[in-house]
């Protein structure tokens, strides 16, 4: 398939009609319309096509957490704070770490988190989401992090959810977590964290895991 390049259409300068019929002026209005309409079926003809929605820039947002993260306490609802964006269009990462939405739309919101627990027995986390401080509905997912294996062998999963739902402009863009028990590396205590993993070398090379990793992707204007 030959490479198409979309640039858009502009409309074309008319010629003005002069006050007599005349034919080199016709053909040039001909010519400047038979140009426009062909830059119009060009794009059209592309974006319709096969693998059409290449040519589409929709707004969206991919970051990730690159540190540890530790709840504020046992049941203490804590924010899950992105400090790094992979891709954005349409969002800004606020500094408090947290996506705030340019469009009016549908959303789809996806998130996986680096859970480890660092206790003898396993603990349950929940995570949900809010916009504006307001929660939303359908949002909250429940994990259960295993108890660890032994004190330097940590239970671990990867928690992940999916969840559409619809976002105004200027919506603030919140993924809160909480734990019943708590890790606090200062006391110390056994409990639950979100752990970062550097990335390795030795055994093997493979990239870093993000304590968080998150995105918001633009599905469809809201409903009229």
């Known amino acids: 398939m030959a490479k198409v390049t979309l640039r858009p259409s502009k409309a074309p300068n008319l010629p003005l009609a002069p006050a007599v019929y005349d034919t080199r002026q016709q053909e040039q209005l001909t010519n400047a319309l038979r140009l426009y309409f ?3 079926d060009n794009d059209w003809q592309a974006i319709l096509g096969e693998d059409g929605s290449q040519y589409l820039q929709t ?73 504006n401080g307001i ?40 993924l809160w977590w909480a734990t019943e028990t708590a890790y606090n590396p200062v006391g110390p205590v056994n409990g639950v964290y979100m752990e970062n993993i550097a990335a390795q070398t030795s055994p093997y090379a493979r990239p870093s895991n993000p304590s968080a990793v998150g995105s918001i992707n633009f599905v469809s204007r809201l409903p009229a």
């Open 59 to 131: 707004p969206h947002i991919a970051a990730s957490a690159n540190a540890d993260q530790i709840a504020s306490g046992n049941d203490v609802p804590t924010l899950v704070a992105f400090d790094a964006v992979e891709s954005i269009s349409g969002f800004t990462l606020d500094p408090g770490g947290y996506a705030v939405a340019g469009h009016d739309g549908v959303y789809k919101i996806d998130y996986s988190l680096q859970l480890a627990n660092t206790d003898n027995a396993s603990h349950d986390v929940f995570v949900w989401l809010q916009t």
């Open 135 to 174: 929660l939303v509905p359908k949002s909250s997912s429940r994990f259960t992090i295993p108890a660890r294996k032994s004190a330097g062998v940590f239970g671990f999963i990867v928690a992940y959810s999916s969840i559409e739902f619809e976002i105004s402009k200027d919506d603030e863009i919140r």
């Open 38 to 40: 062909a830059q119009i």
